[in-house]
């Protein structure tokens, strides 16, 4: 969990310095589906919300219903 947690956190960083805003993204799912596996579902949702709304502000709809199916995904896989 730490190396994933720590991978994600320097990809986030990184795209957000270059400004590669869907690539943010994408980070911001990563890190939701780790720490939702991992129980910690506040944090997780922090990060599916942010993911969310830069998916919104950037006009991939796509993204937006991809995102949050995989959470949903990972309840059912999890239950």
């Not at 720590?6 to 957000?16: I, N, P, R, V």
């Not at 129980?39 to 995102?67: C, M």
């Not at 959470?71 to 239950?79: D, G, L, P, Q």
């Amino acid at each position: 969990m730490e190396l994933a947690e720590t991978s994600y956190g320097q990809a986030l960083d990184l795209a957000e310095k270059l400004g590669m805003r869907p690539l943010v993204a994408h980070c911001q799912v990563g890190l939701a589906r780790l720490y939702h596996r991992a129980g910690n579902h506040e944090q997780a949702q922090t990060h599916l919300d942010a993911a969310t709304q830069s998916y919104r502000e950037i006009g991939t709809e796509f993204w937006v219903k991809r995102a949050e199916a995989s959470i949903a995904e990972e309840v059912t896989v999890r239950s």
